[in-house]
């Protein structure tokens, strides 16, 4: 149930003994379902040198909301970036046309060196290339072994036969002594419902590392 209406005039917000706050459940149509939300797990698989990371099932009309959570995703090969596409038959194909855009926040160790910045390199014009979550996770030729990439997808209603398919991603990966964030949106141009979904790298396969999916209440 969505949140519909709050009368913010008549509700009644009191600090409880533990310094919380706990709202009147008495005001105006203001109930505990209306908010909040849950995560479902639905699937959870941890690479080990996969030169891929696919679901193939449990994206459908279920839910309006899909997240894929990445933890600690860790590359085999430098000058590697963490990637993903869509698939709307089932997974034999991975090529949905995408418009995106992608900018990065980066600091380094040193505190010496920031920026901010458009990563026209990355962003896709009407492509079914891979989309890049991530810049190279590791930028020397070499792996660190603490090198590593987390994030979370959030892909909307992909089930639809009417609407675009947007997805909007944020994520940190640390290489070469930097904290990068990246963020990266766009949508998948196609009508049609997208039922399966790709991770890998740009280079060599993902050593290491979690990819969850959940749908969301």
């Known amino acids: ?6 009368n913010f005039n008549s509700m009644n917000v009191t600090p409880s003994a533990s310094k919380a706050v706990k709202f009147n459940s008495s005001n105006n149509g203001l109930e ?3 908010i909040g939300g849950s995560l479902v797990l639905i699937s959870e698989t941890t690479a080990s040198n996969s030169s891929a990371v696919n679901f193939t099932s449990g994206l459908d009309s279920t839910y309006k909301e899909y997240q894929f959570h990445f933890t600690d995703i860790h590359p085999a090969s430098g ?6 596409n869509l698939s ?3 997974g034999s194909n991975y090529n949905v046309t995408k418009t995106t855009t992608a900018f990065w926040a980066a600091h ?5 060196d920031s920026n901010l910045f458009y990563r026209t390199s990355e962003d896709l014009a009407q492509s079914t290339a891979d989309q890049k979550l991530s810049v190279e996770v590791t930028f020397p030729a070499s792996v660190d072994d603490d090198n590593s990439f987390s994030g979370i997808l959030h892909l909307f209603e992909p089930s639809s ?4 398919k947007h997805f909007i991603s944020d994520g940190n990966h640390y290489a070469s002594n930097y904290s990068t964030r990246s963020f990266v949106a766009g949508y998948g141009n196609t009508t049609s419902a997208i039922n399966a979904i790709t991770f890998k790298m740009s280079t060599g396969n ?10 969301v209440l």
Do not use: C, Q
Not at 1 to 6: I, R
Not at 79 to 84: K, L, Y
Not at 108 to 112: D, L, V
């Open 1 to 6: 149930m969505a949140l519909s209406k709050v």
């Open 32 to 34: 505990t379902g209306d």
């Open 79 to 84: 000058n590697s970036a963490f990637m993903f």
């Open 88 to 90: 709307a038959d089932g």
């Open 108 to 112: 380094n160790e040193a505190g010496n």
């Open 161 to 164: 036969t009417t609407f675009v």
């Open 206 to 215: 993902i050593a290491t590392g979690t990819i969850k999916m959940y749908g």
